[in-house]
């Protein structure tokens, strides 16, 4: 069975792309069916049984080791009910691009559909991109094509988008010490919408910004970017880090992030449709910091804080967690706590006596040998007040799984729970996975 199964999927991944034998090649294949039921009280049940299928495959290798070719897409069937956006198949090709490496100024070009993150660009394109280092220290890189789109806006027959999208970033950096980036992105004019709730909120992607990394010290770095949105004349995002390294076995960072919700999300309907009445000039900032330290080979314990703020409300969340590793990383465990204390506005249903503040557990253990392997998951959240009558939430999640070989497994999760929506929570998946890798003329690694 082993061996029929190794080279069924051996034999799909080479006929599917040739350029495999004489390669580098990895393969990545996930194959998921659930099975679950709707019955809540006041609608039909259903039954629904989808079928997902997550494949990824990288080349690399190619024309003199230059060329280096990168898929991954996933499907998806229902075998029963409909359980997404009302169709019954549907798929999505995330990205799928060739690269290919110059030999000169750390330069590169891709072609297909790919993301870009650069600076303050965060882009998913069907088109080119290049980059290359330039003298004294600078850098350039580019991108320009279509839009990938999405699934439509509810009562829209687009999904808010632009046809087509270009940007770039220009780089200084100094040594190990410093780098600075200008970045801007550009998408040709979004659709007119006929509904009159998105006026004033919604319109074209347009922003620029800039970025830092800087490491005075080994012990110290600071990272963050800044962004503008240039139809709204607004400050977008401004996020910054802070990591120290004190002692060589801990690690402690900062953190600010302050948003301007309209700045921000002008380019999304759907976030542009939850922005708050007729307040649009809304504001959301968060500051904290964690605490890292290794005490030996096995065992890790941290700390954090948090706290937010948004016109709304505030909150603060802290806590702790202890990890566990044996020296194999065939055992792993660990457990954590944390609070979220929040002020009524917080609340699912905000009011005056409402309140959002919860207790949050978690515990979990997991076991891998070269046969099997197994983990235990619990998860409970006790709030402060009851919602909808319940005065707590949890979960206990269970899986086992079998190494066929190395790369081929089989494994099943069953979780079981309680929460304010449903009084009992079935839930369970059975998944195949398989990863190849292979060097040069085929041969497995």
């Known amino acids: 069975m082993k061996k029929v199964l190794t080279r069924l999927f051996t034999t799909v991944s080479l006929l599917a792309f040739p350029a495999a034998a004489v390669a580098e090649t990895t393969v990545d294949s996930t194959t998921v069916f659930r099975l679950f039921q709707d019955s809540r009280a006041g609608y039909d049940t259903k039954e629904f049984a989808p079928a997902l299928q997550f494949l990824g495959l990288d080349v690399n290798g190619l024309h003199g080791g230059d060329l280096s070719l990168h ?181 402690v960072t900062g953190e600010f992030n302050d948003y301007h919700d309209r700045d921000l999300f002008y380019s999304s309907a759907f976030f542009a449709g939850l922005l708050n009445g007729n307040n649009l000039n809304q504001d959301s900032r968060s500051y904290g910091g964690t605490a890292t330290y290794t005490v030996n080979s096995q065992v890790e314990v941290g700390g954090d804080f948090k706290h937010y703020t948004r016109d709304i409300g505030k909150a603060d969340r802290f806590g702790g967690e202890v990890r566990y590793a044996n020296a194999k990383n065939a055992v792993r465990a660990g457990a954590g706590y944390h609070y979220l204390r929040t002020s009524p506005d917080f609340a699912i249903i905000p009011s005056s006596d409402a309140s959002g503040s919860f207790h949050e557990v978690r515990g979990y253990a997991m076991r891998d040998t070269k046969s099997y392997f197994t983990a235990l998951d619990l998860i409970g959240y006790f709030f402060k007040k009851d919602v909808k009558g319940r005065d707590a939430a949890w979960e206990a999640t269970g899986s086992v799984g079998y190494h066929f070989t190395p790369a081929l497994a089989i494994s099943g999760d069953v979780s079981y729970g309680s929460n304010p929506q449903y009084t009992d929570e079935f839930k369970g998946l059975l998944r195949l996975t398989y990863t190849m890798k292979t060097a040069a003329k085929g041969d497995t690694k």
Not at 72 to 88: H, I, M, T
Not at 115 to 129: A, L, M, R, T, W
Not at 159 to 178: I, Q, T
Not at 230 to 240: D, H, L, R, V
């Open 71 to 251: 898929f991954y897409g996933w499907g998806r069937v229902d075998l029963a009910e409909k359980s997404y956006n009302n169709q019954q198949a549907d798929g999505n090709l995330t990205y799928g691009y060739a690269q290919y490496r110059f030999k000169a100024a750390n330069a590169q070009a891709r072609a297909g559909r790919f993301f870009v993150h650069e600076g303050i660009v965060n882009e998913q394109v069907d088109g080119v991109s290049a980059r290359t280092d330039l003298p004294y220290g600078f850098g350039l890189s580019t991108f320009g094509g279509a839009t990938v789109h999405t699934t439509d806006i509810p009562g829209e027959s687009t999904d808010g988008k632009g046809d087509a999208v270009f940007g770039g970033r220009v780089n200084y950096r100094y040594g190990g010490l410093l780098e600075l980036g200008l970045a801007g992105v550009y998408e040709t004019k979004a659709p007119t919408l006929t509904s009159t709730a998105y006026a004033g909120r919604f319109g074209d992607h347009r922003l620029v910004g800039g970025d830092i990394w800087l490491s005075p010290h080994r012990m110290v770095q600071l990272m963050g970017r800044t962004s503008y949105n240039t139809e709204t004349s607004g400050i977008a995002e401004q996020s910054y880090l802070l990591q120290l390294t004190p002692l060589k076995d801990l690690v």
